[in-house]
């Protein structure tokens, strides 16, 4: 099956600084590649995601790369702002109907004012 | 509104009781999933299930039991707590096919003592 890395676990960025968050995947199949922003006492929801037809997609200060040859993605967030803190979870998922989404184990991001 | 409905939100149970975790979906998706998370960290499924009379038994161990008789409604059964099993339990839910994302419920904070 599927499996996620995710590094680094912890990340701490000065305010205005950029964040970077590496994924890589093992199944040659996968195709489609969200990520997650989970803030303190609440759900894990969608803020972007990467269909493998494209390289990089961009939305305002968030940005992913995918590289399929080397199986790894980015999530990159640039002027980073206080609210950006969070645990930020990278995931993975197949062809067909029937695949389950695999999740990374995380990536604690903290920004200091 | 269209959601995925977790109760309770919070449960403490006393050890050996038989608890059972309501999750509903008003989004008519096909696929509907059981994860637990420690606070702040990685998320492990447990069940899963592509639709109706379809269920799987996810890469985390679990003492716990589902069933998916209807398609909004996927709970989650534990016939017998125990401490080991406190933690938060997150269902989500997403449409058929591999490239659509998944929406979470605000989760249950299960504490057996």
């Known amino acids: 099956g599927e499996n996620v890395e995710q590094h680094p676990s912890t990340l701490s960025v000065q305010e205005g600084d950029s964040a970077v968050i590496k994924c890589t995947y093992s199944?040659?199949?996968?195709?489609?590649f969200p990520w997650y922003k989970q803030e303190l006492g609440k759900r894990p929801q969608l803020i972007i995601d990467i269909r493998s037809n494209v390289g990089e997609k961009k939305d305002q200060r968030i940005a992913v790369t995918l590289n399929k040859t080397a199986k790894h993605f980015s999530l990159h967030i640039t002027e980073t702002q206080p609210e950006d803190s969070a645990v930020y979870f990278c995931a993975a998922s197949g062809l067909g109907g029937y695949q389950k989404v695999t999740f990374g184990t995380g990536t604690k991001l903290q920004v200091i004012p | 509104e269209a959601d995925i409905y977790q109760t309770p939100r919070y449960l403490v149970i006393g050890t050996g009781k038989k608890i059972t975790l309501e999750c509903s979906q008003t989004?008519?998706?096909?696929?509907m999933y059981w994860y637990q998370q420690d606070p702040g960290m990685e998320l492990h499924l447990i069940h899963y299930?592509?639709?109706?009379?379809?269920?799987e038994k996810g890469d985390l161990s679990s003492e716990s039991t589902v069933s998916r008789i209807r398609t909004e409604h996927f709970p989650l059964t534990l016939e017998s707590a125990r401490p080991s099993h406190t933690s938060q339990y997150l269902c989500?839910?997403?449409?058929?096919?591999?490239?659509?994302?998944?929406?979470f419920g605000q989760g249950t904070r299960l504490t057996v003592v």
């Open positions: 199944d040659s199949a996968s195709n489609y």
């Open positions: 299930s592509y639709g109706v009379n379809s269920t």
């Open positions: 989004m008519g998706h096909d696929k």
């Open positions: 989500a839910s997403s449409e058929q096919g591999a490239r659509t994302e998944a929406f």
